[in-house]
């Protein structure tokens, strides 16, 4: 199925967010930066934000989704840092941004800061690969400080940090050649980088002239790819275009989608899959991932399943469920049920449904 919906704004309470965060002032970002995974910064006497940092721009490394999911309850500025892209050494992994990692972050109303890594150290472990990695603080400072009197929504502004991406490209080419030097690990081929940030800018281009078809042949991608860490065995998997109220368009993939008929409505089930095979619940972070999908899920308005004949459009009512799955059986401990019984809670304040091991449990 290809499924439409529109987005005006998001409402949603994140009850199962960890809002535990340490404080610091603007003045020891430099220091904390490299350890803090979130944090609240306090940038002068009236402004706070609270801050995620990612380690890789690539989601499935490290879980940033689930420390931009504790973030989301923060009535204030929200704000992601990201590297551009991160090089190991030719003995490691390379990644790099996403055009589609931007936007969602623009549909959750946090606010990006796409920056690089300016120093590391050669890994004691392998010839041509570094570690303990750190971004250009300065850099981010003063992309902080810029943020405080920034008027318009995270939309806006992260548009505005990837017109500037070819800049930050280029002064994070410049750190790995410095690194490179200093270190004397070989890095990977400069070759990929101008391709991939070009791809960038297309995607964020065609985001603005409203074209789909970069976008489309990502989330067609993914459409094919079924994930370790999705379960599925009901329904099919489909695609999800969102329109936001600028008109600009956001693809994704959704676990499953069922078409459902309940005391004669015809309503649709979305749902995001997560699964553990060697725990009896999925990770925290693993739920929060989810989580961020039911966000968007629960906030669609006017949804359609695409289909050749015009008379057949209708809109559907939504009912999200975030579906748990386990290799392993056996009663839950009391930790695990704590879980699922706050889960539970967000799901009922916020409009989703919970299913766990394939059965609405909750």
Known sequence: MEI????????????FADKDFPEYDISELKRILPGEPKFFLRVDNVNKFAVSRWVSPKRTRSYPYARVYDTLFYTGKRVAVIPIYKDEGKDGDRDFLQWDTISLMSLLGVNVIISYYKNAEKSPRYKDKITRQSFDSEQILYEMKKLVSYQSDALHWNLEQ?????????????????????????????????VKINLFKENKDNFMNMS?????????????????????????????TIKNYLGGYYYFTT???????????????????????????????????????????????KVEIDSDNKDD?????????LKLTSAKSGKLSLKQENILNILKEEAALNGFAVEYKGRDSL
């Open 162 to 194: 990837a017109d500037n991406i070819y800049h930050t490209a280029k002064k994070a080419v410049e750190s790995y050649e410095k690194i490179s030097f200093e270190t004397g690990v070989k890095m990977h081929s400069e070759q990929k980088i101008s």
């Open 4 to 15: 439409t919906g529109q987005i005006q704004r998001i409402k949603y309470n994140p009850i």
């Open 313 to 321: 459009k209708k809109e559907y009512a939504v009912k999200p469920i």
């Open 255 to 301: 676990d499953e989608a069922r078409i459902i008929n309940e005391n004669g409505n015809i309503n649709i089930n979305l749902v995001e899959a997560k699964h553990s095979s060697n725990k009896k619940l999925p990770s925290l972070d693993d739920i929060k991932d989810g989580l961020l999908k039911m966000i968007l899920y629960t906030n669609l308005k």
């Open 212 to 240: 789909r078809k970069l976008s489309k042949e990502a989330q067609k991608r993914e459409f094919f790819t079924t994930q370790p860490k999705e379960n599925i065995n009901i329904g099919e998997k489909s695609t999800i």
